[in-house]
């Protein structure tokens, strides 16, 4: 018989065991974040893994890029495992990552040719996803160095993680201050809230790009958790996945994920847009639009372990791709190698490609004004 999240919850917090490197062991109680050396860069630089805990749930977080490296979480019987994709070592982040885990910016998403015009200046960035630019360009966010703060408040745990992106940082304009907080509290929840100021106008869209299996990583396609999306419309792409503008609706296609269903019920169709993604990598926008304070997105959920995760942002958009290029040569934290559908992504932002269509929600920050999003994952099982 399933237990209740509340009892999977203190079954977590009473035995008070740290995590292994297995990713099977119950969680700890809230302590303060602790810091250790995880791997030095080739100029020296060390790179640290924060760990949090709080809630029955267990972040580890790398002060390079912002990386979710692991994100352990109770099945339906309280045991824990990593569900987030990621290596264990430095030196394959910073070779070889498809952007596990990673804090994406400035541009999280795709930008037709690396271009666009603000207030009559036009900006070209650097091309890194064929004719395009992507999640940032070359150098993004995910492959910066961040400083990181712990806090502990009550209830909650976390971090928070701050750079300066200098003005012309990728093409971007403007010298961007960017804070970004991680935090654990203790209903189950992993809180992201992002804020941003500039001192000239620029273009912000920033995100996580955690790859998710609620099974654990490694263990093999997602194909079967179910994903309930609370959205009507979506941004059909290009050849080059890049939105023609046009907010078309899901009724009647293998976007419709408006009732739960297994991810991989449709995802063999012969559907032109599945075909340009090589599956699922497309924005959903969501009914709920731009909103003040975290509104539901989403529910994801796999049967076996019985965990499920719902989502909550402020933003209007986003982007659900289901690991169609992990292609079995990257090995991962468990030992084992990642093929295509091991894992997916949902990824909560502004439309990509914003800049290009003024039709779109704006993604435009102005001096003077503060760039702010949140985006909260709860966990429980059922």
Request: hydrophobic share 35%; charged share 20%; with cysteine.
């Amino acid at each position: 018989m399933n237990t209740s999240r509340r009892t999977v919850i203190a079954a977590g917090l009473a035995a008070g065991v740290a995590a292994t490197s297995a990713g099977t062991a119950r969680a700890t109680t809230g302590r303060a974040p602790t810091r250790t050396l995880f791997g030095t860069l080739d100029d020296g630089t060390p790179v640290h893994l924060w760990t949090l805990a709080r809630g029955g749930i267990r972040l580890g977080v790398l002060s390079y890029g912002g990386i979710v490296h692991r994100l352990d979480v109770p099945d339906r019987h309280g045991r824990l495992a990593n569900i987030a994709l990621g290596f264990d070592n430095l030196a394959d982040y910073v070779a070889k990552s498809p952007y596990f885990g990673a804090l994406i910016g400035r541009y999280g998403n795709r930008i037709a040719a690396g271009r666009f015009t603000l207030d009559g200046h036009t900006h070209q960035l650097p091309l890194n996803d064929g004719a395009n630019s992507l999640h940032g360009g070359t150098k993004g966010f995910d492959k910066q160095m961040w400083h990181v703060e712990p806090f502990t408040h009550g209830s909650r745990t976390g971090i928070t993680l701050s750079r300066t992106s200098p003005d012309g940082e990728m093409g971007y304009p403007g010298t961007l201050k960017v804070q970004v907080t991680y935090t654990l509290t203790a209903r189950g929840e992993w809180r992201i809230d992002y804020a941003a100021t500039t001192d000239r106008a620029t273009v912000v869209n920033l995100t996580n790009h955690t790859y998710f299996n609620l099974a654990g990583e490694g263990s093999g396609p997602v194909s079967d958790h179910t994903l309930e999306l609370a959205a009507a419309r979506y941004t059909p792409v290009d050849a080059g996945l890049i939105p023609t503008g046009e907010l078309a609706r899901v009724s009647g296609t293998p976007f419709d994920f408006r009732r739960t269903k297994p991810i991989g019920r449709d995802l063999r169709q012969g559907h032109q847009q599945l075909l340009y993604g090589k599956g699922f990598d497309h924005n959903w926008v969501l009914d709920k639009g731009i909103t003040a304070e975290p509104e539901y997105a989403l529910t994801l959920a796999e049967p076996r372990s019985g965990r499920v995760m719902r989502v909550s942002t402020t933003e209007p958009g986003l982007q659900f791709y289901s690991g169609n290029f992990l292609d079995g040569t990257l090995v991962g934290t468990s030992g084992r190698t990642y093929r295509q559908g091991d894992a997916l992504c949902l990824e909560t932002q502004h439309f990509p490609d914003s800049p290009n269509h003024p039709a779109f929600p704006s993604t435009v920050l102005r001096p003077g004004a503060t760039y702010r999003t949140s985006t909260v994952h709860t966990f429980s099982t059922r």
